[in-house]
């Protein structure tokens, strides 16, 4: 006799989906902070990558031991030095690449993240590289600048995600008016982002995604796009019960973006189905599939990683799997970048991973966000307060105060100088 199979419910009304969200979150945010204090002048990207790819393998083997479901990285550990926006993760292979190391001084983007059930919670921050290790140096001019820019300019994103009147108080005409308000178009919300950037005199990143996340798809049929290209375009607004990777990336340049001649060593696989003809591709092929699934992948996590760059050529040329292209700011601007992994549920918006709140007192800088629509919407919450004394609730509150603050911080710290 047959069995029925049983229907697993995937989606945010399964306390379970948001259960191994947090999951992957807490493993992030732990390698992150153990990242970002490897960041010193002289020590070679290649290693803070691997070191890096280490603790995320190792803190993933600590979870749902003994549970039939798949956990792995989500994205491996990037080092995006100075210019470069997309993440970056060099080869032990390429000698010359192998070599980079951090500046003192430099604008350097940190990316990870890891899944557990194809449920992915990805982070990025941007750091300034301190003179010596893990010390922590007043950042000032135009290095502020470009952190606070993003700083808000994501906070500000955060809540134009917000669904229309989620969060409405006030008497049930008021609530369903606030609900009946249409969302602000991509062309608006990058306007309002704009506005930000233009406070501080840096300029938003061309081609700036914000994906839907769905299970084993951190690409998925949802996206917003900030200043976008001719041709490109965002699609769909966000939707309570849905999960988002939020990027917002600025440049102390003109934002616009190239493609740089570096090789490309972060890939991925796609849904196509096509048949190899050369036996290292297949075999490439079935290691991707086996241990990293649709997530992406560094050439350097695989067995062989020379054998890994012969493979992968025709199983990108078939389309079987993708490769990312190393982008950089066109003027070669430092370039700064946040990605935080979101919930959107009834209560409102949850960050799942995200950047450390940055020390407002750390940086010295004589700009500041004037527009008043702006600092109006940075007061507002996230979340309603739900009474529960979850992580995710003290860390909503720092947003709301920072906002609240910003404009004090900024001025005692042109004061001081």
Known sequence: MATEEVQVDYSLANPDTLTKYKTAAGISHKVLEVVTGLCAAGEKIVTICQRGDKLLDDEISKVYKGKKISKGIATPTTISPSSYITPY????????????????????????????????????????????ANKKDVIRDREADLLLATHYASELLLRLMVPPGLLAVGSDEDKTKAQAAKPPTQSKITQMLEKVMKSYDVTLVENTTSWIFERNEIEGKKKIVLAPAEGQKGEGVPEVGEVWGVEVGASLGSGKIKTLENRPTLHRRTTIHSGLKRPSSRQILSEIVKKFGTFPFSLRQLDDERAGKV??????????????????????????RLFTTIAITKNGLTKLAAAPAPDLSQFKTDKKITDEEILKILEQPLARSTGSKSKNKKKKKKPAKKAEAADDEEDDSSDEE
Not at 99 to 106: I, N, T
Not at 110 to 128: E, H, K, N
Not at 314 to 331: M, N
Request: net charge negative; with cysteine.
């Open 89 to 132: 993760t060099p080869l032990t292979s390429d000698s010359a690449e192998a070599e980079a190391e951090l500046k003192k001084g430099e604008v350097v983007k940190i990316q990870l993240g890891a899944q557990i059930d194809g449920f992915g919670s990805i982070v990025c921050d941007t750091i300034i590289v301190p003179s010596e």
């Open 311 to 336: 493979g992968i050529v025709e199983c990108v040329r078939s389309g079987v799997v993708r490769q990312y292209e190393v982008i950089a700011d066109k003027d070669g601007s430092p370039v700064s």
